[in-house]
């Protein structure tokens, strides 16, 4: 591998100046913003550090060739003249995983199929035997991606996305993915010194997340897998030293990080899961009804919200957002408090007035990111 190398860190929709920030302080350059992607150059251990520290980066992939193709037949071509050889052995297992847009490229399964065609076509070809295809544990990752007939095959670096950190233990009910809620606490500028709360907590990722970003831990600082360790230049000794400078600059504060939730049963899953991380000294939950309680301190609190939101607007929804905008009026000042739901409607019934808004997506769902700021005489509005 070359020493400095071209990559690209997919993203979700909004992130992308925030990816550039951090992938800047990783040191990484020639960094630039596309549409959910941002590319970049750097060395081995630029790599490393971009899957190890990046908050809301979702994978890292080597481009590894680009090529104008007009149909099926000629992307089974473009992938059966690569020398895949250079990347991997007859004895390898591997995964396809393709995104294409435009109207040549309909069906990502058949792109996948027809570059696994190419591949295994040409290692027969050569040497009577071929690679095979393992979904689940493979020993080389590779994407495609086809936007109007430009197709570039990469290398993805870190395997199964990046937003698995290794804290979700059990799971709970409609959690947000962690790229998603990292990069809203960041887009929300919290200044990691006020206190924090979730008070509809759910599955705690917005607890999980914000006490890494304050502690500045890097994201994946724990997890085992990533899809670099079983390539052929897999360099050990480099990344165990990574992994000691990044665990040197760990902040020792002690951020205050609240959660609350209702229910009992997602409330014991999150227990369990803050108790088996390395977190447990730095999180607190509570079985509570959020609108039952009160803000605790007169200093400055940091809010986000991530509550139901079915997709129509139900007389239960419209409660639940008209008591959110009650309970943080009445009982929450000095709070910037943070939304984020895909139910315009039932935002209405929240009745403050935003003072600031980001337009994100929740997976496929539009949604709003909403910044309401709550101060003594703060007033409601009637929608
Ligand atoms: C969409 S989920 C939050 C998911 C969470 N962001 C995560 O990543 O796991 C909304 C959560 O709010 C909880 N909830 C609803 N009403 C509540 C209330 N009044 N007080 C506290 N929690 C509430 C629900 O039980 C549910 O777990």
Redesign the pocket.
Known sequence: MKEIFQMSAKTFYGFEDILCEELKKIEAIDVFKSNRIVHFKGNKEIMYKANLCLRTALKILLPIAKKKVSNYESLYKFSFDFEWEKYFDKDSSFYINSVCFGKDFTHSLYVSQRVKDGIVDRFRKSNGSRPTVDKLNPDVYIDVHIDNNFCTLSLNSSGRNLNQRGYRKKS?????NEVL?SGLILLSNWNKKDDFL?????????LFEACMIAKNIPPNLYRKRFAFKKWNDWDQDLFINILKSLTKKIKDTNPSILG????KN?FNKLNYNIKNSNLSDFISVSN????NSKKESKENLHILI????GVRIGHELEK?YG?IGDTLKQKYHNTNAWIISSNFEAIKRIGLKPSNKFKIYNGKLESKFLKYEIYEGSKKIKN
């Open positions: 709970t009910e409609a959690p947000l809620a979730d008070p509809m907590c759910g599955g705690g990722t917005f609350f939730e209702k229910s997602t509570t009804d959020f609108f991530n509550p139901p939101y639940i008591l």
